[in-house]
T-cell receptor
């Protein structure tokens, strides 16, 4: 059982470049989330999705875009990368049910230079 | 005002002591409350969840919820050095938007 899979694990981008962080889950979870975690800080919600075709902004959506065409996949797009987007990105998924935990991927460490 | 607030710590306790971690939240419509543990360089992992007022116990861990005071806490009894980690409080609102606090770093001294 793979759970939540994120790719890549590490990436270095130059300022102004674009990239897509991939996230796939095989647990048939309807809720999916993207977070960023800066050093020594908690997780900030970027975007989340309650099901295929539905996405909504979180706390820090600027500079990012998402799509949810299938239940399994929730890619995060960075356009025009900036140094402020250097962070560790976590994807998570959960069932729509009170008390159900969110399962996290292993994270993507992104550096923008 | 931050939606979920925690003291950043570090909270230092001796081995065998009780560690008490606290969290406050601003949205009175919040439905579910979670405590995650995160070791350095790793992903968060769930320790406990609670959604009713009162206490919930699981082994050495007890979560406490007071919705009137908008307060959640986690007690760790008989703390072990392996409990040293960052503890993240998370709150889900009625739409299940899951918001995390900034985390409290716990250090258990042998």
């Amino acid at each position: 059982n793979a759970g939540v899979t994120q790719t890549p694990k590490f990436r270095i981008l130059k300022i102004g470049q674009s990239m897509t962080l991939q996230c796939t889950q095989d647990m048939n979870h309807n809720y999916m989330y993207w977070y960023r975690q800066d050093p020594g800080m908690g997780l900030k919600l970027i975007y989340y999705s309650v099901g295929a075709g539905i996405t909504d902004k979180g706390e820090v959506p600027n500079g990012y875009n998402v799509s949810r065409s299938t239940t399994e996949d929730f890619p995060l797009r960075l356009e025009l990368a900036a140094p402020s987007q250097t962070s560790v990105y976590f994807c998570a998924s959960s069932l729509h049910d009170r008390g159900t935990e969110a399962f996290f991927g292993q994270g993507t460490r992104l550096t923008v230079v | 005002q931050k939606e979920v607030e925690q003291n950043s710590g570090p909270l230092s306790v001796p081995e065998g002591a009780i560690a008490s971690l606290n969290c406050t939240y601003s949205d009175r419509g919040s439905q579910s409350f979670f405590w995650y543990r995160q070791y350095s360089g790793k992903s968060p992992e769930l320790i406990m969840f609670i959604y009713s007022n009162g206490d919930k116990e699981d082994g050495r861990f007890t979560a406490q919820l007071n919705k009137a005071s908008q307060y959640v806490s986690l007690l760790i009894r008989d703390s072990q050095p392996s409990d040293s980690a960052t503890y993240l409080c998370a709150v889900a609102d009625s739409s299940y938007k899951l918001i995390f606090g900034s985390g409290t770093r716990l250090l258990v001294r042998p």
